[in-house]
């Protein structure tokens, strides 16, 4: 459909029929579609019938509509009817046309196959959502697919020929052995590789590694990494070798297994490479650790594993990344050895390390480093450099550039990859918050948290159920913060890297009734960030413009007007010369009014003073 301007910018507007009968991978694969260009939903279900709670969680997030269209008129409804079989509709009313369809839906289905070699096409074509032309030439059943046209069972078009509806499909699937039969069959007259391998895989049949690897590859860009890593698997222990092991390792690591289920693959893999002369001598334990942390949020397992692991770079860069996650984050070490370690795979997870410590330390580096990066050498994966340049642009406040890089990284980002899709959404959520809309930053961070829930990775989870909360709270929804605080601190409490966030939320709530609890809070908050490492007086300045907490009422009048100045940039002197004060006086009212609201510099100052 063409874009619709709803606001600016333009979205694409989608609508999705029967929104009820969808499953989660559906919805999902609808989530990652916003995931990438501004997107507005549009749902449809039937009056009375219950929104599954899949379908619910998307609609709180702001990007799905809600449309009451009302019942159908008589004549709709006695045609809807006529359609499936039934005399009339005349007196049971919507409900009861819904429910007489349901109960007497197979039976018209059957009515209206000829025969039970249409019958075996039908499944096929329900079986697999759509058979194209020429598996249908190859199945010698283009005449049975006339029948079916006739009988109002499947649509056809220039690509291939589906069911007319997942009722029609529900009714003849319902036979398991006649559908794993028909499988087998189409098996042979596959028009690519990854088909035959789902098919083969539905049925219980075999086919080749090739095959399996293809169709994981396909899965891993539609979205499912779970369905590609079975697939991957399957290749691997079909012809295992380095092509098939490096195949398996990427949607073994976006899924969302745990890490003790992954531990023993990645065994496999590593020692698969090595075998094979690929890699040498790359640590299995330093993946078992980050696994161990990330997944399972388990510091005491991933401190184990790198003790017993041997000395090698990686290890040093795993060591970094859970000092950061634990409260002592380390620029330098990954950054050497980012830049003249040995290996490939080693520089780029240093280059990770990296990133995430000095995006939690500000560095004021961050830019002129990655200026000094040949971004198409490769060295860092591409989606993560554009968001490492988003990431520059908000610390910059260049809300233009850092929206032109997340869109950029996001072009770049397999809809598998859950964890860096959920990156993203919390830097749109920070651009948000600190453009003063806190209630814009709350779907994007609820967005955060959601596909992290999924991936499996707890200790970022956890981090963005901390931002939510901030988000929710700065937004005036006390209640919805706290739902959000203990969630998080039902997770595992390995990460602490977003634990001053969490007091911040606290002190949003305070704001509204108490101003000294709200200052002794961003005080504990300033000094947990400190104890960790992470600087937080962006965060903090940035609270102040969101709770305009009681605070701002004990300001004296010459404070406030004072402070509002200050809010609109003028230098300290102008602000004396404006007012015929001498620049001290100036500067000790900024003072006493940066101190009355819990803020470190006057910069912090919010404009809504």
Same mark, same amino acid.
């Given at each position: ?163 007319? %509806? ?57 979205? *499912? ?74 510091? *005491? ?47 780029? %997870? ?260």
């Amino acid at each position: 459909m063409p874009s619709c301007r709803l606001r600016s910018p333009p979205f694409r507007v989608v609508l999705v029929d029967d929104v009820h009968l969808f499953p989660s991978a559906a919805l999902d694969r609808l989530r990652a579609v916003a995931d990438v260009s501004p997107t507005r939903f549009v749902m449809t279900v039937p009056d009375g019938v219950k929104i599954p709670g899949s379908v619910h969680d998307a609609l709180i997030d702001g990007s799905w509509t809600r449309v009451a269209l009302g019942a159908l008129a008589d004549s709709d409804a006695d045609a809807l009817a006529e359609a499936v079989g039934l005399r009339s509709a005349a007196g049971e009313g919507n409900p009861g046309l819904i429910v007489a369809t349901t109960d007497r839906l197979i039976d018209v289905v059957e009515r209206r196959l000829p025969d039970e070699a249409s019958r075996d096409v039908l499944v096929a074509i329900c079986a697999t959502g759509a058979l194209t032309w020429s598996e249908i030439d190859r199945l010698g059943a283009t005449s049975t697919v006339d029948h079916l046209v006739v009988a109002d069972l499947v649509d056809v078009d220039v690509v291939g020929v589906r069911p007319t %509806s997942e009722a029609v499909a529900a009714s003849v699937l319902s036979d398991e052995i006649a559908r794993r039969r028909v499988l087998v069959d189409l098996v042979a007259v596959a028009d690519t590789s990854a088909r035959r391998a789902r098919w083969a895989l539905a049925a219980g049949a075999a086919t080749t590694a090739a095959d399996h690897s293809a169709a994981a590859a396909e899965l891993l860009a539609q979205g *499912d990494p779970d369905g590609a890593e079975v697939h991957a698997a399957l290749a691997f222990s079909s012809d295992p070798g380095p092509s098939t092991a490096i195949g398996w390792l990427p949607p073994l690591l976006m899924g969302s297994a745990r890490s003790a289920a992954i531990a023993p693959k990645v065994r496999r893999i590593v020692a698969s490479l090595s075998e094979s002369g690929v890699i040498r001598d790359l640590p299995a334990e330093a993946f078992l650790a980050t696994l161990a942390f990330m997944k399972d949020g388990d510091a *005491d397992r991933a401190v184990r594993e790198l003790a017993s692991a041997p000395e090698h770079e990686l290890v040093v860069v795993a060591r970094c990344l859970l000092g950061t996650y634990t409260g002592t984050p380390n620029t330098a070490e990954p950054l050497r050895i980012a830049e003249n370690g040995s290996g490939h795979f080693t520089r780029q %997870s240093a280059w990770a390390a990296w990133f995430l410590a000095a995006s939690l330390t500000e560095s004021p580096d961050l830019d002129a480093v990655l200026d000094r990066v040949d971004c198409g050498s490769g060295e860092i994966v591409p989606a993560l450099f554009a968001a490492m340049r988003a990431r520059g642009a908000i610390l910059r406040r260049d809300w233009a550039s850092a929206h032109a890089h997340l869109d950029s990284s996001a072009e770049q980002t397999s809809p598998s990859d859950l964890r860096m899709r959920a990156l993203l959404h919390m830097y749109r959520s920070e651009i948000a918050w600190y453009s003063s809309d806190a209630a814009q930053a709350i779907p994007s961070a609820r967005r955060a948290a959601d596909l992290l829930q999924r991936s499996g990775h707890l200790s970022d989870q956890r981090v963005a159920l901390q931002w939510l909360a901030l988000a929710l709270a700065s937004a005036g929804r006390f209640t919805d913060a706290r739902t959000a605080l203990d969630e998080a601190a039902g997770l595992p409490r390995a990460a602490v890297i977003g634990d001053h966030l969490a007091v911040l939320a606290e002190a949003a709530t305070a704001a509204a009734t108490s101003t000294a609890e709200y200052l002794r809070l961003v005080a504990d908050a300033r000094a947990i960030a400190s104890s960790h490492g992470v600087f937080a007086e962006t965060v903090v300045g940035g609270l102040v413009r969101h709770v305009r907490p009681r605070a701002v009422d004990s300001l004296t009048a010459r404070e406030l007007e004072i402070g509002r100045l200050v809010a609109r940039r003028l230098t300290s002197r102008e602000i004396a010369d404006r007012l015929n004060l001498s620049r001290r006086t100036v500067e000790n009212h900024t003072a006493n009014a940066c101190r009355k609201l819990g803020i470190n510099s006057r910069r912090d100052l919010p404009n809504e003073l």
